[in-house]
């Protein structure tokens, strides 16, 4: 590895594990450094392009990311429903309401399809229902 690309890797390591933090504290004893086996060969554009110009602190705040994510998710047509129903949660810590969510989603039928759509509410009601048993 060049110094550039261990210096970039290392900044984006960084940067992933406050995000991480920042979305959920659990994840505070989250050990990044085991994360560089998973990407040994990722070229340093595709790095700066995801994590250098797009997890940044003065980017987007946690609640915006993640609904936007949802966007994407649903958009893809709710393909990944794990990932979908952890950003739901995530974007609900990060103070996103139920009916921001619903919206986001929502606005993708125009993009998506109304079954990507559908998909993408019943998942997020389940996680709402899900929520709203943990509270009682």
Known sequence: MTDDFSNLFKSMMEQSAEMARRLNPALESFNPAAMETLFPTMS??????WFGKTFNRDGLDSRT?????????TVLGAQGEPQLRMSI????EAGATQREIAEVIFQMSMFGGVPAMTKALEIARSVFDEKSGENT
């Open 65 to 73: 990311r993640l609904l936007v994510t949802i966007a994407a998710l």
């Open 44 to 49: 340093k554009d595709m790095m700066e392009m």
């Open 89 to 92: 949660r995530h974007a609900l």
